[in-house]
T-cell receptor
Framework: GAVVSQHPSRVICKSGTSVKIECRSL??????MFWYRQFPKQSLMLMAT?????????EQGVEKDKFLINHASLTLSTLTVTSAHPEDSSFYIC???????????????FGDGTRLSIL | DAKTTQPPSMDCAEGRAANLPCNHS???????VYWYRQIHSQGPQYIIH???NNETNEMASLIITEDRKSSTLILPHATLRDTAVYYC???????????FGPGTSLSVIP
């Protein structure tokens, strides 16, 4: 089945550091990927939609200058948390849907997440 | 997207069938019902989806009522590894975003 890989799985860094998280579709192409954030005991919150070759679309309340998204190829999207602070500590998850769309109702596939801890 | 409501938590004895309900009374004709689950500290895993017919795969069965206002995910023989948060999501096929509600936290008990 379709596999989405995230790297790194866990990162711990100092406050003020910028952190880059990669999301790769391993066996399919994805013109669109999605980034979510999840705090403990809460559901996933959609942050932004990443579009290959164009600007990302951010959900209301998500700072685009804080969370930089780059989708430079059909298999890779990156999320950079700039000048990270302790309140940015969270579980970040990406997802992707295969394109071109073979079946209009095919599901999205999710990575295993990146746990970010800012000290 | 139509909104869904699920019970916040459920228990199920190991080896028994787990029946997870979902209400989606405002679902429209072109919206599918999708189920995902999230095991602790992992990304969500796709389980099954359907439009109006019942569906079955190697993981689960999906029963959709005739009026499509509710559905039930059935795990036929629950194991401890099925302990997870289960999310019922309704969306149109062409709408990419997957918006998660609180889901149902299923605990499978030995």
């Amino acid at each position: 089945g379709a596999v989405v890989s995230q790297h790194p799985s866990r990162v711990i860094c100092k406050s003020g550091t910028s952190v880059k998280i990669e999301c790769r579709s391993l066996d399919f192409q994805a013109t669109t990927m999605f980034w979510y954030r999840q705090f403990p005991k809460q559901s996933l919150m959609l942050m932004a939609t990443s579009n290959e070759g164009s600007k990302a679309t951010y959900e209301q309340g998500v700072e685009k200058d804080k969370f930089l998204i780059n989708h430079a190829s059909l298999t890779l999207s990156t999320l950079t948390v700039t000048s990270a602070h302790p309140e940015d500590s969270s579980f970040y998850i990406c997802s992707a849907r295969e394109s071109p769309v073979r079946l209009s109702n095919q599901p999205q596939h999710f990575g295993d997440g990146t746990r970010l801890s800012i000290l | 997207d139509a909104k869904t409501t699920q019970p916040p938590s459920m228990d199920c004895a190991e080896g028994r069938a787990a029946n997870l309900p979902c209400n989606h009374s405002t679902i429209s004709g072109n919206e599918y019902v999708y189920w995902y689950r999230q095991i602790h500290s992992q990304g969500p895993q796709y389980i099954i989806h359907g439009l109006k017919n019942n569906e079955t795969n190697e993981m689960a069965s999906l029963i959709i009522t005739e009026d499509r206002k509710s559905s039930t995910l059935i795990l036929p023989h629950a194991t401890l590894r099925d302990t997870a948060v289960y999310y019922c999501i309704v969306r149109t096929a062409s709408y990419d975003k997957v918006i998660f509600g609180p889901g149902t936290s299923l605990s499978v008990i030995p």
